[in-house]
């Protein structure tokens, strides 16, 4: 298959690589220079290309050219830019889209597109997304763009917490206290996981569909990280008892009806 990934960062970057072994032809998109020379001498065609709200900057074409599959994967970048239009930028790239080869898109959404609450609600594949932050309701609003475009097929998979042994909110959270909502489910999958899911949408070309993922433990962020930062080695956080905890539990068990895909890497 030929697969372009736009946003070869955290996770597109070993997506990329795996496909590569799967003996897949794959190209990517990066902001970085220093990537592109990072990734030379790859099997990985690397551009680098930049969505911005009115235009894209870079060789989008190149990176679409003779794939006919886009893994959709990059972030809103909200909390480090609250006042970017997200949306704007995928309405941006849509256009070039269309205009290629491209006949299925999978987008990396996220499970943020629904709200939490008390008592914590179970969400499913059926659960209609509800998000009330910025981030919540301009991934929502992508969501809809790419399902209602007629010239791609679209799956939308809502990845929650990603986490690797390289990235572990057990960082952050050991550095904190008085943290609120110690009684909210912990909703998190390894970054292997959303790898081995990826491959099997693709492979098994699951298309014209939406999945939640996220591994089907759920304790509470108080015993999650008292647990995860002793056995990482960092200082355990001081959780606040006072107050409701709001959160919700994200039901990823359709992957494994769907797919037939058991998660493979515990959250701890």
């Avoid at 489910?185 to 569909?209: A, F, K, M, S, Y």
Wanted: some cysteine.
């Amino acid at each position: 298959m030929n697969i372009a990934i736009i946003g070869l960062g955290w996770l597109g970057l070993p997506l990329a690589k795996q496909f590569v072994k799967k003996g897949h032809l794959i190209s990517g998109s990066t902001t970085s220079e220093e990537k592109i020379e990072l990734l030379s001498n790859t099997s990985i065609s690397t551009y680098k290309v930049i969505l911005n709200e009115n235009n894209v900057e870079g060789d989008i074409e190149a990176c679409l050219a003779n794939c006919d599959i886009l893994v959709l994967n990059t972030p809103p970048g909200l909390r480090r830019n609250p006042e970017s239009n997200y949306v704007n930028k995928i309405k941006s790239l849509l256009p070039h889209i269309e205009k290629s080869a491209i006949q299925k898109v999978l987008y990396i959404s996220s499970t943020s597109v629904f709200k939490d609450g008390f008592p914590f609600p179970t969400i499913t594949n059926d659960t209609k997304p509800n998000a009330e932050t910025n981030a919540g309701i301009q991934i929502k609003t992508v969501e809809k763009l790419l399902t209602s475009n007629p010239s791609f097929d679209t799956t939308i998979l809502r990845f929650s917490g990603l986490v690797a042994d390289d990235r572990h909110p057990a960082r952050m959270m050991s550095r904190r206290s008085n943290i609120h909502n110690a009684e909210a489910p912990v909703n998190l999958i390894h970054r292997n996981d959303c790898i081995g899911i990826i491959e099997q949408i693709i492979e098994q070309e699951v298309w014209g569909t939406t999945l939640n993922a996220s591994y089907p433990d759920h304790p509470t962020k108080e015993a999650y990280y008292h647990k995860i930062c002793i056995k990482m080695g960092y200082n355990t956080p001081d959780f606040s008892k006072e107050g409701v905890s709001n959160g919700k539990i994200i039901d990823g068990n359709a992957i494994e009806v769907t797919l037939n895909y058991s998660y493979q890497q515990p959250i701890w």
